[in-house]
């Protein structure tokens, strides 16, 4: 069963940057697109940003697009998310997730995604 592990969380403050990383287990991480959500308290779940299966193609929100990146080392089975001039407004619970189909298109519904990692806490002070 595919397993994903999120890590790179923390305290850091306003204009700072995060890198976050997701590993997955499993020998297919390869074919399937992933994605970053996050969910802050009292808030519905968010997607922040995805990248396809091949590494070719990335979408992000709006609310992050110009200070995030998206890539994956499918060699190390790993997705990053490189968050720079990092807001309050940031924080939250983040998460990665797979696609539920190998070979899909990105996709920024939360439905179209089926395993889940338990999420990293990011906390970003003013």
């Known amino acids: 069963q595919v397993q994903l592990v999120e890590s790179g969380g923390g305290l850091v403050q306003a204009g700072d940057s995060l890198s976050l990383s997701c590993a997955a287990s499993?020998?297919?991480?390869?074919?399937?697109?992933m994605g970053w959500f996050r969910q802050a308290p009292g808030k519905e779940r968010e997607f922040v940003a995805a990248?396809?299966?091949?590494?070719?193609?990335?979408l992000y929100a709006e609310s992050v697009k110009g200070r995030a990146i998206i890539s994956r080392d499918n060699a190390k089975n790993t997705v990053y998310l490189q968050m720079n001039s990092l807001k309050p407004e940031d924080t939250a619970v983040y998460y990665c997730?797979?696609?539920?189909?190998?070979?899909?298109?990105?996709?920024?519904?939360?439905?179209?995604?089926?395993?889940w990692g338990q999420g990293t806490q990011v906390t970003v002070s003013s």
């Open positions: 499993g020998r297919t991480f390869s074919t399937y697109t």
């Open positions: 997730a797979r696609s539920s189909r190998s070979y899909s298109l990105i996709s920024t519904q939360p439905s179209t995604y089926d395993v």
């Open positions: 990248i396809r299966w091949s590494g070719t193609t990335t």
